[in-house]
């Protein structure tokens, strides 16, 4: 058998939720828009910094 052998799950990518900091892990998913992905959840999605201006 080849010692190069690709399709090893921990090569799949990662990259930290920007909301929470948890390390999100390649979904499926996210194949298509993996690089847009910046929240692990739609719990952290909605967990904007608060930007409303001074009322
Ligand atoms: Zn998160």
Redesign the pocket.
Known sequence: MPSSFKGNKSSLPSKP??????P?SWRKAWAKNWAEVR???D??RK?KPPQKPPA
Do not use: Q
């Not at 939720?17 to 948890?22: I, L, P």
């Open positions: 939720c920007v909301a929470c900091g948890r999100m929240y692990c959840s719990a952290c967990h």
